[in-house]
């Protein structure tokens, strides 16, 4: 039978279009799942940031703010999610009010963590605040022995006490220049003040005579009253409570009125600001920091700090590091962010930072910690001695203490053949290990001595 051409082609088209239905297509590929984004976990850091002592609250915030980053580009997991770190800055204006207003913002901001305050009358009343929302911080800079003895179970300080540092810068004062008499102003800060008492403490005890008490504020920068009257009682040394700011311009006006007595100060004044605010007149200068000096921090924090932030640390940068590092450790080890999980970490806390070792009293003091005198020498704040264990060292003596214990020599194999006759040759000596990261090029540093009372200016 013939089958018309047309109609064949039809019968195949159209099974050919059959068969296509049946087929299945394969299904798409599911869609690539983004990775969840990181917990962000969040620590404050509170200091001065503007005003006369702003350099100093932008070198604390600038410690904190590197041990963040570092750990952030590290890769940090807790509780099985990878986190990021934030540091939320707040400036106090080293004004309690500001501090207790920025305290409270911060909880509101549910950080888990705080590296501040820098002033310690700033710190005491915000440590409150942090206490009541069970927030731990830890403060680099305040000194007050008043912010540990509140009896907070989250409040912990890494630098000394005043009344670590007060007795250290006297003593050196009365040991090393031997003033009869002595007179002691303060900025009527709870900083200032409380050091000046704990000097004044120390120096009556040592027999030495201490003028009636003078005061200004911390922001005074015309002393020439206070100096005027000071002038008339010839002291041979005058000790000053208070921050550089205000100790610059305390010091220039003395010297502008012929006083030739040695000018000492605590920390707060204990920087090479000094230079820019007394210009020559800071020569010679014997000032006190309740930590060791900012050039003995570990190597790695001084490279990484001056890469960063292109300038070197100036006071407690390796402090508010270490403290930023030792709340980022507590989380870590609780695994979790959450303050009352880490908290027994953080208080139980033995860490190797910046500044050296540190553990914790029940205080939340530093253990031990370390006090340095220094002097103004060629426009630089250098290390004098560093007091440790209620020993003075010299920095040599200090390096000498902090290196690492040389490794014991491998036992000798017995003489082998040929070697007899030998055995009482000297044994060629194990190799020295370097001194401590931090401490190299300290060695030509000032050695302890008296600190000569600079020579009254020459007449312009």
């Given at each position: 039978m013939n089958v018309p051409t047309k109609t064949l082609s039809l019968a195949v088209i159209s099974a050919v279009a059959l068969m296509g239905c049946g087929k299945e297509e394969p299904p798409p590929p599911p869609p690539v799942q983004a990775p969840p984004p990181p917990m962000v976990i969040k620590i404050g850091s509170v200091a001065p940031l503007t005003g006369g002592i702003a350099h100093l609250g932008k070198d604390n915030e600038n410690g904190a703010r590197l041990a963040v980053d570092e750990a952030n580009a590290a890769g940090v997991t807790i509780g099985g999610k990878k986190v990021k770190f934030e540091l939320v800055s707040e400036d106090d204006q080293a004004?309690?009010?500001v501090g207790n207003t920025v305290a409270q913002k911060l909880v509101d901001a549910k950080v888990a963590g705080i590296v501040g305050h820098l002033n310690s009358g700033t710190t005491i009343p915000a440590s409150a605040i942090y206490n009541g929302a069970g927030i731990p911080m830890i403060s680099g800079s305040a000194t007050n022995p008043a912010l540990t003895e509140q009896g907070f179970k989250g409040v912990f300080r890494v630098v000394g006490r005043d009344d670590q540092q007060g007795p250290a810068v006297a003593n050196y004062l009365a040991t090393n220049n031997k003033p009869k008499t002595v007179a002691v102003i303060d900025d009527a800060t709870a900083?200032?003040?409380?050091?000046?008492?704990?000097?004044e403490k120390t120096l009556k005890a040592a027999g030495v005579k201490v003028l009636p008490r003078e005061k200004g504020t911390d922001k005074t920068v015309d002393w020439k009253a206070v100096l005027t009257k000071i002038k008339g009682k010839k002291p041979d040394a005058v000790f000053y409570g208070g921050m550089d700011a205000t100790g610059g311009p305390l010091l220039k006006q003395a010297r502008e009125l012929k006083m030739t007595a040695v000018f000492a100060f605590g920390d707060g004044a204990c920087t090479d600001k000094m230079a820019e605010l007394a210009g020559a007149a800071a020569e010679g200068l014997v000032c006190s920091q309740a930590g060791i000096p900012v050039q003995a921090s570990g190597k790695k924090f001084l490279d990484a700090y001056k890469a960063k932030f292109k300038a070197d640390p100036i006071l407690y940068s390796p402090?508010?590091?270490d403290a930023a590092n030792m709340i980022i450790a507590a989380m870590k080890k609780a695994d979790s962010p959450d303050p009352a999980k880490y908290l027994p970490a953080l208080a139980a806390s033995d860490h190797n930072g910046a500044s050296g070792n540190i553990k914790f009293d029940e205080k939340g003091d530093r253990k031990d910690a370390e006090m340095t005198i220094f002097t103004l020498k060629d426009g630089k704040i250098t290390p004098l001695a560093i007091i440790k264990g209620g020993k003075s060292l010299t920095l040599d003596e200090y390096a000498a203490l902090s290196a690492p214990?040389?490794?014991a020599a491998p036992a000798q194999p017995a003489a082998m053949?040929?070697?007899?006759?030998m055995s009482g040759m000297a044994a060629p000596a194990p190799a020295q290990p370097a001194a401590m990261s931090g401490m190299q090029g300290m060695s030509g540093?000032?050695?302890p001595a008296a600190a000569q009372a600079p020579a009254a200016p020459a007449k312009k």
């Open positions: 004004d309690p009010k900083y200032g003040e409380g050091l000046a008492n704990e000097v402090f508010t590091y214990a040389p490794a053949g040929g070697m007899q006759g540093m000032a050695a």
